[in-house]
Each structure stands twice: as structure tokens, then as C-alpha cells.
């Protein structure tokens, strides 16, 4: 067991990487396979925590800065990873689909970042005492409150496809043993099962309502849940989930 499992996938092929290449490789999947799906299973799922008393206790932000610090920590690890192959000979050759998807990754990586710091304000009740007004993008639901909400989560999904695809090239290309192979595919079968066993027992939150509460007469509380799965959990919200 121990031999087929430490065997290449393909055996006409040697598996033989440079240091380089192999700490390129780890450093990506730690970050893409691991960080960030965990990253976006806490964003959806845990808005509102099971033992929350919600609406009377509002804005949690374990779900932020959960997802704030490892999408913060992927982004410094691609980096790293980036530079170790960046002068490697040979890395590229016959890896056109990795290195499609790969710089599809980064790019979209960059996007997902910098619309995070052009997202515009919070607003809201928390926020009068230190800028003077309760007004605010995220509050009010501004035309660039929406844009950033569509765009965002759009975008993370497809940077998080395009990463599996480049992981799986990567395998592929190194001629990873299968221990390597079984893992990342038991480690998504795993991922996948949270997430439909957290969106059927408890659904995906709304941002929105997690902060400020169901009362309907706030603006963001007026719009529809924005992203699929997303659903209003007060029991005054009619709007459906998307």
C-alpha cells in the first residue's frame, strides 16, 4: 500500500522537482486549497454563529477577520511563491494550461484585492462616533456597494476554479506521487460536503443583516440578497435567497 502510494501517477515519467519548484508548489496549495476555501466557508457560513442571539447581539466579526487575515496570508504566500519560480529554467515548458490558469489566479487575486480597498465606507450606527454620520456605502447600499458585492463574489469563485484547475496542472506536471493526488481529493471531497451540509442546516447569511439586523425599514434590508445561496434570515425579510 505504502508503495503504490508513494508511486508517481504516471510511471513513465520520473517525479523529480526542484526546491524551488517544490516550495512553489506547497506554498500554493496551502494557500489556494486550504486558506482560501476555508476563508470563504467562514464568509458565508458564519456571519452569524449558532450560539448568537441574533438580532438582539449584531456584527460578529469572527467571519471577518477570519477571512480578512487568511485571503491576506494567500495573497503573501502567491507572492512568495511567484518568486521562487520566477527565474526557474524549464519550469514552464509543456504547462501552457498551469500557466493559463495560474496567472488567472493572480490576476483575479489582484482584482479581488484591490476592489477590496476601493469598497467604499461601512457607515451604520457603530461608525457615527468616529466619523461623524451614519451615512456609508456598505449602510446605504450605494450603486458602489452593489458593484463591489457582485464583483467580489463573482470573481472569488472564479479565482478559486481557476486555482484548482492550476493545482491540479501542477500535480500533473511534477508528476506528483499519488498520496498527493488522494489527498487533495479527499481534502475537497471534504470541503465540498461542508459546504452543503452548513448551507442546508443554516444557509448562507447576509452580510447586511448580520451587522445592522431585519429591521425593514434600513436600506440594505430593501434589496435582495446579493450572490447565489445568500438568503435574509429575519423573520419580517420576504425577499427570497438568490
Known amino acids: 500500500m505504502w508503495e503504490w502510494l508513494l508511486t508517481s501517477i504516471d510511471q513513465s515519467r520520473s517525479h523529480s522537482v526542484s526546491f524551488e519548484v517544490a516550495w512553489h508548489g506547497r506554498l500554493m496549495v496551502l494557500g489556494w486549497s486550504v486558506m482560501v476555501p476555508v476563508g470563504i466557508l467562514s464568509t458565508r457560513y458564519f456571519k452569524i454563529l449558532p450560539h448568537q442571539k441574533w438580532p438582539e447581539q449584531l456584527d460578529n466579526q469572527v467571519w471577518w477577520y477570519t477571512h480578512l487575515t487568511l485571503q491576506y496570508l494567500t495573497g503573501i504566500l502567491t507572492l512568495v511563491a511567484l518568486w521562487l519560480i520566477w527565474d526557474t529554467a524549464g519550469i514552464h515548458d509543456g504547462a501552457f494550461l498551469h500557466q493559463l490558469m495560474g496567472w488567472t489566479t493572480v490576476v483575479l487575486c489582484g482584482v479581488q484585492f484591490l476592489a477590496g480597498w476601493l469598497r467604499g465606507s461601512k457607515g451604520g450606527p457603530s461608525e457615527v462616533a468616529r466619523t461623524g454620520?451614519?451615512?456609508?456605502?456598505?449602510?446605504?447600499?450605494?450603486?458602489?456597494?452593489?458593484?463591489?458585492?457582485?464583483?467580489?463574489?463573482?470573481?472569488?469563485?472564479?479565482?478559486?476554479?481557476?486555482?484548482?484547475?492550476?493545482?491540479?496542472?501542477?500535480?500533473?506536471?511534477?508528476?506528483?506521487?499519488?498520496?498527493?493526488?488522494?489527498?487533495?481529493?479527499?481534502?475537497?471531497?471534504?470541503?465540498?460536503?461542508?459546504?452543503?451540509?452548513?448551507?442546508?442546516?443554516?444557509?448562507?447569511?447576509?452580510?447586511?443583516?448580520?451587522?445592522?439586523?431585519?429591521?425593514?425599514?434600513?436600506?440594505?434590508?430593501?434589496?435582495?440578497?446579493?450572490?447565489?445561496?445568500?438568503?435574509?434570515?429575519?423573520?419580517?425579510?420576504?425577499?427570497?435567497?438568490e
Not at 445592522?212 to 434590508?221: I, K
Open 133 to 241: 454620520t451614519i451615512r456609508g456605502d456598505h449602510y446605504d447600499m450605494t450603486p458602489r456597494r452593489i458593484a463591489f458585492e457582485h464583483l467580489h463574489k463573482t470573481v472569488g469563485y472564479i479565482c478559486l476554479l481557476a486555482a484548482l484547475v492550476a493545482v491540479i496542472a501542477g500535480l500533473w506536471i511534477a508528476n506528483a506521487p499519488r498520496w498527493m493526488w488522494l489527498t487533495i481529493v479527499l481534502w475537497w471531497a471534504a470541503v465540498i460536503c461542508a459546504f452543503v451540509y452548513l448551507q442546508q442546516k443554516f444557509g448562507a447569511a447576509e452580510t447586511y443583516e448580520s451587522i445592522w439586523g431585519d429591521d425593514p425599514s434600513l436600506p440594505g434590508n430593501q434589496l435582495k440578497p446579493i450572490g447565489w445561496g445568500i438568503r435574509k434570515r429575519g423573520p419580517r425579510s420576504q425577499n427570497p435567497a
